[in-house]
């Protein structure tokens, strides 16, 4: 069946430092691919999505590229901020369903 | 426009109790998702809903556990009998009734059985 694969935690940044938290999926299809971001206390909150193949997705200064030759949806970031210390998650889900397959999680520190 | 509400937070029961977990989805949202994240896992599907409707629980497992969205209040998700393996986190997510929409999710509640 379809999955996510996301490299493991946690990440640990000094802040301005370049982030990539790596993601790839087995899919049949052509799914949409999506990074959610998870705040501590909080709940998870779409960060940035791609629906198609090398589409790039963007936000708050997030990158990710939908490569289809490689399974991939890295998750970059140029410059990172104590405030984007959270948990990333990488998921997708086929085109015509609802569900979402999440990847297990990573969780990223960044400090001072 | 308040957010998706889940209640409560943090839910501790002993191992052959009742847990009932509620989620009030984002007004408008016709649509409600259950999650489950074990320990050190992904977030993984249980059972989508609709109002009155059950439309997929392909990810429930086969006893003990249920869901409703009953027309007027919550959604419920309930696990009779808890055991200590179903401690976990569970998130709902809420969409409007249209297709290829962004799910909003809350906060999820913690259960921790003991």
């Known amino acids: 069946g379809d999955s996510v694969t996301q490299m493991e935690g946690p990440v640990t940044l000094s802040e301005e430092a370049f982030l990539t938290i790596n993601c790839t999926y087995t899919a049949t299809g052509y799914p949409s691919l999506f990074w959610y971001v998870q705040y501590p206390g909080e709940g998870l909150q779409l960060l940035l999505k791609?629906?198609?193949?090398?589409d790039k997705g963007s936000n708050k200064g997030f990158e990710a590229t939908y490569r289809k030759e490689t399974t991939s949806f890295h998750l970059e970031k140029g410059s990172v901020q104590v405030s984007d210390s959270a948990v990333y998650f990488c998921?997708?889900?086929?085109?015509?369903?609802?569900?979402?397959?999440f990847g297990s999680g990573t969780r990223l520190l960044v400090r001072p | 426009n308040a957010g998706v509400m889940q209640n409560p937070r943090h839910l501790v029961r002993r191992r052959g109790q009742e847990a009932r977990l509620r989620c009030s989805p984002m007004k408008g949202h016709s649509h409600v998702y259950w999650y489950r994240q074990l320990p050190e896992e992904g977030l993984k599907f249980m059972v989508y809903l609709q109002k009155e409707n059950i439309i997929d629980e392909s990810g429930m497992p086969k006893e003990r556990f249920s869901a409703e969205f009953p027309k007027e209040g919550p959604s419920i998700l309930r696990i009779q009998q808890v055991v200590r393996g179903d401690s976990a986190a569970y998130f709902c997510a809420s969409s409007p009734p249209s297709e290829n929409t962004e799910a909003f999710f809350g906060q999820g509640t913690r259960l921790t059985v003991v």
């Open positions: 998921a997708l889900s086929d085109v015509s369903s609802y569900k979402l397959i």
């Open positions: 791609a629906t198609k193949a090398d």
